[in-house]
């Protein structure tokens, strides 16, 4: 009989610290926390933007490594608001184009959003293959002049300045 109510007691007890109290509520509600941030993580991010397509002129960067050295060619263009330039791997790939943080300034957001398959923030795709390309849109991007370099080829001073106007 003493063996029945030590089995009863030990199992009331027992039940009684993993099953309830304020530990059960606290997990309840931080099982709850997941289901109420899930629309939260759905929504577009605070100050994101939509690509902008080219209105304006179309204008050609080519980008080459060669005897010469690293460069893009023009190595500095002046674009207006809309317009769009088609960055172009000649040769001595692969190649990309980063714009610098510090001069991006509050057209951060753009940018990044106006670079098809973006590979990050300010920065391009990686353009692989002689002939490969992408166009950029400069819709939306403030007025001013943005440095930008070649990631892969910064060492060798592959740096170009565009101005928006």
């Known amino acids: 009989m003493k063996f029945k109510v030590l089995a009863v007691a030990t199992s009331a007890f027992a039940l009684a610290a993993c099953g309830g109290g304020e530990k059960n509520a606290a ?55 809309g317009d769009g330039i088609k960055f172009v791997s000649v040769k001595g790939g692969p190649h990309n184009v980063a714009f610098d943080p510090a001069t991006a300034g509050a057209s951060v ?11 990050g923030e300010l920065t391009s795709k990686m353009l692989v293959t002689d002939g490969d390309s992408f166009v950029m849109s400069f819709g939306g991007i403030a007025a001013g002049t943005y440095n930008v370099i070649c990631t892969p080829h910064q060492a060798m001073n592959m740096v170009m300045k565009i101005t928006v106007q």
Request: proline share 9%; no cysteine.
């Open 27 to 81: 997990d309840s509600a931080a099982a709850a926390a997941p289901a109420d941030a899930a629309p939260a993580m759905a929504a577009p991010a605070a100050g994101a933007v939509a690509a902008m397509p080219v209105t304006g002129t179309s204008h050609t960067v080519n980008m080459i490594g060669d005897e010469k050295g690293y460069r893009f060619e023009p190595a500095e263009i002046t674009v207006k608001a």
């Open 109 to 119: 957001a753009q940018i990044t959003a106006n670079m098809p398959e973006s590979s």
